[in-house]
């Protein structure tokens, strides 16, 4: 499943006192940490793309949303068949009597709890803490830098290299 865990936020957030600090990162993450300047996004105070740039598109989260809708649903629909069936071969008299009832009395809760679940790990509560902290400092009237990482990326190494721009703090 493409559902996130808590500890899957992939980006890093460095707070800075100027504009200028917050460019001077970006650009140098980009020349000599090899980030590429659509991984990297600079968020000013009162900036009127802070949602996007937070959180990128918001076509692909509706995308990502819709596939792990139908894969849980899926999933949940597939359990509550599956326990039904099993009630249904070898369970209490009145399970083996009404097998029609007790498809749809087990199918129904299975899609609602599928649904529900997915429905919960869509808000990506793996991503408030950094999504507030950069509220937060934008609110503040300070700069952010916001580098998504990939697998490729060093963590270790971009980490470094903004410890070194004495950003005001890092999340």
């Known amino acids: 499943m ?21 460019e001077s ?4 993450l980009v020349k000599s940490a090899d980030v590429s300047e659509q991984r990297i996004n600079v968020i000013a105070p009162k900036d ?8 990128g598109s918001s076509q692909k989260i509706g995308k990502r949303m819709l596939k792990d ?17 099993i009630l249904v071969s070898f369970g209490p008299e009145l399970t083996r ?5 007790t498809f749809i009395a087990l199918i129904s809760p299975g899609i609602f709890s599928g649904l529900f679940i997915s429905g919960l790990l869509s808000l990506r509560p793996d991503h408030d803490m ?8 934008a ?7 916001v580098v998504s990482l990939d697998d490729s990326d060093s963590k270790e190494s971009i980490l470094n290299k ?7 703090k890092i999340i």
């Open 48 to 55: 009127h793309e802070f949602n996007r740039k937070l959180e």
């Open 97 to 101: 009597q009404n097998p029609v009832f």
């Open 2 to 22: 493409s559902s996130p865990s808590p500890e899957t936020d992939n980006r890093i957030a460095a707070v800075f006192g100027s504009k200028s600090a917050a």
């Open 25 to 28: 990162l970006a650009s140098e």
């Open 130 to 137: 950094t999504n507030e902290q950069v509220r937060s400092a």
């Open 69 to 85: 809708h139908i894969i849980w649903g899926i999933g949940g629909l597939t359990f509550g068949a599956v326990v039904a069936g």
């Open 162 to 168: 903004i410890r070194s721009a004495q950003p005001v």
């Open 139 to 145: 609110q503040k009237g300070e700069w952010t830098v």
